[in-house]
């Protein structure tokens, strides 16, 4: 986490939407670091996990954390929303290595993991997981909930939601983020997101699996 601050701190120019940025920082160190099994040497290894970033309109943390771990060099970052950036204010994953969507679409990412996990399904992967990050307000996007009722009435047990939940939906849930998801048959974690520990343990579970991480 230490090698991730100083980097985010290169990443200058308009559009930055620091508060969406800051608030997935620790979700996705804990991701990088402790969770996915991805390889930036292999980064189209069928056996990698899947993490989709759907709250996508604000990545610079998400670039900072695929820099220090050696997706691209760091140097790339201070180009950050530039004409002939690669790091564009929505990730590309035809541009940028270890990015397996282009996302920023609030509603998207979503049914595109629902989506991802039965194609891995289909193609006798058990292994892959698919991990989506969301925000708490792209939640009040109808195609989220479209996406939850199917997996879980299917029981997509490879497919884990992070929400982060920063307060900042327009509706809200009654009993909260994690019950709407328990509705559809899911199970889930309300954890702090700024607490490495409490994330790793709450990921741990198979799915469909929600953590509600609030920052």
């Given at each position: 986490m230490d090698a991730v601050r100083p980097l985010l701190a290169t990443l200058t120019g308009d559009e930055k939407h620091e508060p969406s940025a800051f608030s997935t920082l620790d979700v996705l160190w804990v991701l990088y670091d402790r969770v996915l099994r991805v390889d930036p040497a292999r980064p189209g290894d069928p056996e990698r996990d899947r993490f989709?970033?759907?709250?996508?309109?604000?990545?610079?943390?998400?670039?900072?954390?695929?820099?220090?771990?050696?997706?691209?060099?760091?140097?790339?970052?201070?180009?950050f929303g530039g004409f002939d950036s690669r790091l564009g204010h929505h990730p590309d994953g035809n541009l940028l290595r270890g990015v397996e969507i282009a996302s920023g679409s609030l509603g998207h990412g979503l049914p595109i993991a629902v989506g991802m996990a039965l194609a891995l399904y289909a193609k006798g992967r058990e292994r892959p997981r698919v991990i989506c990050l969301v925000g708490d307000?792209?939640?009040d996007e109808?195609?989220?909930?479209?996406?939850?009722?199917?997996?879980?009435?299917?029981?997509l047990r490879r497919l884990t939601v992070v929400a982060i939940d920063n307060h900042s939906s327009t509706y809200g849930w009654p009993g909260g983020i994690a019950a709407r998801f328990e509705l559809e048959r899911?199970?889930?974690?309300?954890?702090?997101?700024?607490?490495?520990?409490?994330?790793?343990?709450a990921l741990a579970a198979t799915g469909p699996h929600v953590v509600v991480a609030q920052v």
């Open positions: 989709l970033l759907s709250k996508g309109h604000g990545p610079q943390a998400y670039y900072a954390v695929l820099a220090a771990k050696g997706f691209f060099p760091v140097e790339t970052l201070a180009g307000g792209e939640l109808g195609s989220n909930w479209e996406a939850i009722q199917l997996a879980g009435r299917l029981g899911w199970t889930s974690a309300v954890v702090d997101g700024r607490d490495h520990d409490q994330i790793e343990a």
